[in-house]
């Protein structure tokens, strides 16, 4: 009887061991499935980050082969070179938006190292200051046809004017960044510096002439062209004039740097050789003395570049102008021809008006290359003879 009753007991105590055997396996098998899905998760995980850092270093990659810039961007770059030559030397463009001070210190750069690394056409700069309109322009036009490798034109108006012209004029895109003008003010010669470093930039330019709207050429562009590539100076009229018009208008403020017996005066109408457009965009301590002292009566671009030069340059300047103007009505403005006085015997005179000049050391009658003021009516009667007597 004893021995059945043990037996009762035992049998309870065996189930609860096969119950917590049950629970210990069941969480081992939990452990080490979740184990297993771990090292899975951490596997794929690794595996998605390493591709992508794969992508990332095949793209820098390839962007890098396919660029010889220094470039930080993913996609490939552009291949630009910012120091062209061609750009530097031969800007295609007038339109910049430089200061005058910094296109002045642009211009006033002059190479040490002689000759060119590039073929060089020499070039004739116009440089054409007006109030405006060019009413002459169409007569322009026909003298610069054919021969656009010898030429630059630059155009300095009011900021606000446009110029309207067709695409394949050569005055076409050719009005440089400009300022307001006050006739008779320093603002004049600050309009002619600024045309001269503009001019300046490109580096084939070797002659610099300055016109009005109201001027003409009286020969045709090759004989023009030759005139002033070939001379060995510059025109600009410089003369000492003992009257209140000329040595009148100096101040003794000027002192010490600039005396009345270097004081001069002139046409503004100048033609210069690069050297001194470099000299004159150079300057600063004259002009500011003109800027300074030399206010109506006395008007800057009367005396300005005509004693500056006399005073460094004077070797360099024939003292004459190569710009025809008629001074016998007298008065402060010279005289203006209309349509009525075009006539062929009236070109032929300016032309052989009984002049001799020097150029280079020898004395000649073609003293002038083109001529002023000329009024809008005059403009088709002058088309009319350029084939004939101007030969353009």
């Given at each position: 009887?004893?021995?059945?009753?043990?037996?009762?007991?035992?049998?309870?105590?065996?189930?609860?061991?096969?119950?917590?055997?049950?629970?210990?396996?069941?969480?081992?098998?939990?452990?080490?499935?979740?184990?297993?899905?771990?090292?899975?998760?951490?596997?794929?995980?690794?595996?998605?980050?390493?591709?992508?850092?794969?992508?990332?270093?095949?793209?820098?990659?390839?962007?890098?082969?396919?660029?010889?810039?220094?470039?930080?961007?993913?996609?490939?770059?552009?291949?630009?070179?910012?120091?062209?030559?061609?750009?530097?030397?031969?800007?295609?463009?007038?339109?910049?938006?430089?200061?005058?001070?910094?296109?002045?210190?642009?211009?006033?750069?002059?190479?040490?190292?002689?000759?060119?690394?590039?073929?060089?056409?020499?070039?004739?700069?116009?440089?054409?200051?007006?109030?405006?309109?060019?009413?002459?322009?169409?007569?322009?036009?026909?003298?610069?046809?054919?021969?656009g490798q010898y030429f630059s034109i630059y155009v300095h108006t009011p900021p606000d004017y446009v110029l309207n012209v067709s695409?394949?004029?050569?005055?076409?895109?050719?009005?440089?960044?400009?300022?307001?003008?006050?006739?008779?003010?320093?603002?004049?010669?600050?309009?002619?510096?600024?045309?001269?470093?503009?001019?300046?930039?490109?580096?084939?330019?070797?002659?610099?002439?300055?016109?009005?709207?109201?001027?003409?050429?009286i020969y045709n562009f090759p004989i023009v062209y030759k005139y002033l590539i070939r001379s060995e100076y510059s025109f600009v009229e410089s003369y000492d004039e003992p009257?209140?018009?000329?040595?009148?208008?100096?101040?003794?403020?000027?002192?010490?740097?600039?005396?009345?017996?270097?004081?001069?005066?002139?046409?503004?109408?100048?033609?210069?050789?690069?050297?001194?457009?470099?000299?004159?965009?150079?300057?600063?301590?004259?002009?500011?003395?003109?800027?300074?002292?030399?206010?109506?009566?006395?008007?800057?671009?009367?005396?300005?570049?005509?004693?500056?030069?006399?005073?460094?340059?004077?070797?360099?300047?024939?003292?004459?102008?190569?710009?025809?103007?008629?001074?016998?009505?007298?008065?402060?403005?010279?005289?203006?021809?209309?349509?009525?006085?075009?006539?062929?015997?009236?070109?032929?005179?300016?032309?052989?008006?009984?002049?001799?000049?020097?150029?280079?050391?020898?004395?000649?009658?073609?003293?002038?290359?083109?001529?002023?003021?000329?009024?809008?009516?005059?403009?088709?009667?002058?088309?009319?003879?350029?084939?004939?007597?101007?030969?353009?």
């Amino acid at each position: 009887m004893a021995r059945n009753r043990g037996d009762k007991e035992e049998g309870p105590e065996k189930l609860m061991g096969l119950l917590k055997l049950v629970q210990i396996l069941s969480l081992l098998v939990i452990f080490v499935a979740g184990v297993i899905l771990g090292l899975a998760t951490s596997s794929h995980i690794n595996h998605y980050f390493t591709s992508q850092a794969q992508l990332f270093l095949t793209n820098n990659i390839a962007s890098a082969k396919l660029s010889d810039n220094n470039c930080t961007v993913v996609k490939p770059c552009e291949k630009v070179d910012f120091l062209n030559m061609e750009r530097f030397v031969h800007p295609d463009n007038v339109i910049h938006s430089m200061t005058d001070d910094q296109v002045f210190w642009r211009a006033s750069l002059l190479p040490q190292k002689k000759g060119y690394p590039f073929d060089r056409v020499p070039k004739v700069a116009f440089m054409f200051l007006t109030r405006g309109p060019l009413p002459l322009l169409p007569l322009w036009e026909r003298f610069f046809r054919g021969h656009g490798q010898y030429f630059s034109i630059y155009v300095h108006t009011p900021p606000d004017y446009v110029l309207n012209v067709s695409s394949d004029s050569p005055f076409y895109g050719r009005m440089i960044p400009s300022k307001d003008v006050e006739w008779g003010s320093v603002s004049l010669v600050d309009a002619e510096k600024r045309l001269l470093a503009n001019a300046l930039l490109d580096f084939s330019n070797e002659r610099f002439v300055l016109l009005s709207e109201s001027c003409i050429p009286i020969y045709n562009f090759p004989i023009v062209y030759k005139y002033l590539i070939r001379s060995e100076y510059s025109f600009v009229e410089s003369y000492d004039e003992p009257t209140r018009y000329g040595r009148g208008r100096y101040s003794r403020k000027m002192l010490p740097d600039i005396h009345l017996y270097q004081w001069r005066k002139g046409s503004q109408w100048f033609e210069i050789q690069r050297d001194l457009a470099v000299y004159i965009v150079s300057d600063t301590k004259y002009y500011t003395i003109f800027k300074k002292y030399c206010r109506p009566a006395c008007y800057p671009d009367e005396h300005y570049i005509p004693t500056y030069l006399n005073m460094f340059h004077g070797s360099l300047n024939s003292n004459r102008s190569v710009t025809w103007v008629d001074w016998s009505i007298g008065g402060p403005h010279p005289a203006r021809y209309g349509g009525g006085n075009i006539t062929e015997d009236f070109i032929q005179s300016i032309r052989n008006n009984g002049t001799q000049c020097s150029y280079n050391s020898e004395m000649t009658s073609v003293c002038y290359l083109f001529a002023r003021k000329f009024a809008p009516s005059a403009l088709v009667p002058l088309l009319s003879l350029t084939s004939t007597v101007m030969e353009f």
